[in-house]
């Protein structure tokens, strides 16, 4: 078996869609699109605000972590890494904000980097893009395989 067969056999097995927590932000659950063809992932956010806070750039915002339930909301906080132009899957390019924050999906936690933008036309509050996936495979044809945090 070479390297490659070797690694990609180490690998956690996603579907298409999963539940994902991001604990650094306070965010226990939300649904996410397993997105190949974005490169970036992406949060859903509203009322977003920049500010400095001990000398380092912070995003502040706030995020409904379920679709279609507005009622709950997940106000969250972290430092700016990045600021990119991104083209969103029509076609329009748009600046945005850029964080760093621990994944969790199933047994595995890693730190990706995440766009913020406004998703509310969306389905999934949050897609997770390829430069996110290095710890896992994606089965197109499978959903929810690593369960619900």
């Known amino acids: 078996m070479s390297d490659h067969q070797q ?3 180490d690998k956690t097995v996603i579907g ?3 539940w ?3 604990p650094d932000l306070g965010i226990d659950a939300i649904k996410a699109k397993i997105d190949t063809g974005a490169r970036t992932s992406a949060l ?4 977003l605000d920049t500010g ?3 000398g380092e750039r912070i995003a502040r915002f706030g995020v409904h972590p379920y679709q279609g339930d507005t009622d709950r909301v997940v106000w969250c906080q972290a430092p700016i890494v990045d600021e990119r132009n991104v083209r969103d899957s ?3 390019r748009e600046w945005r904000y850029v ?4 994944l969790a999906m199933g047994a595995r936690r890693w730190t990706v980097e995440i766009t913020l933008t ?4 969306m389905l999934f509050r949050m897609l997770v893009g390829r430069t996110a996936m290095a710890a896992v495979r994606v089965d197109p044809t499978a959903s929810f395989l690593t369960g619900q945090p």
């Open 20 to 22: 994902v927590s991001l």
């Open 16 to 18: 298409w869609r999963e």
């Open 118 to 121: 406004a998703r509310d036309t």
């Open 44 to 47: 859903h956010t509203f009322s």
């Open 90 to 92: 029509g076609g329009h």
């Open 99 to 102: 964080i760093a924050t621990d």
């Open 52 to 54: 400095h806070e001990r």
């Open 7 to 9: 690694s990609m056999s």
